[in-house]
Nanobody
Framework: QVQLVESGGGLVQAGGSLRLSCAASRSLFSINVMGWHRQAPGKQRELVEAVTRGGTTNYADSVTGRFSISRDVAKNTVYLIMNSLKPEDTAVYYC?????????WGQGTQVTVSS
């Protein structure tokens, strides 16, 4: 399995920005899909944005035009850049990796957006 370490969460005002980081324990080229999911209190975990090894991205409609995902292959790190944050973006954000062995999850990082 892949070990994932997330960082970058915190408290921000509505309209602000945050960047989340997810460092993987091995090369991103060995991982089929890297992505970010989130879970708000009382709700199911949902996909936010993901990127395949080939660079294809998939994202939730609710974050279109506001969030983007990027990779630094030299650092084995994936980033979630979040702009124009809204209170409804408040959730625990989890990094996820899918490879031939299955899926792995990070420990999660809290993002709180105040109105």
């Amino acid at each position: 399995q892949v070990q994932l370490v997330e960082s970058g969460g915190g408290l921000v005002q509505a309209g602000g920005s945050l960047r989340l980081s997810c460092a993987a324990s091995r090369s991103l080229f060995s991982i089929n899909v890297m992505g970010w999911h989130r879970q708000a209190p009382g709700k199911q975990r949902e996909l936010v944005e993901a990127v395949t090894r080939g660079g294809t991205t998939n994202y939730a409609d609710s974050v279109t035009g506001r969030f983007s995902i990027s990779r630094d292959v030299a650092k084995n790190t994936v980033y979630l850049i979040m702009n124009s944050l809204k209170p409804e973006d408040t959730a625990v954000y989890y990094c996820n990796a899918v490879d031939a062995m299955g899926g792995s999850w990070g420990q999660g990082t809290q993002v709180t957006v105040s109105s």
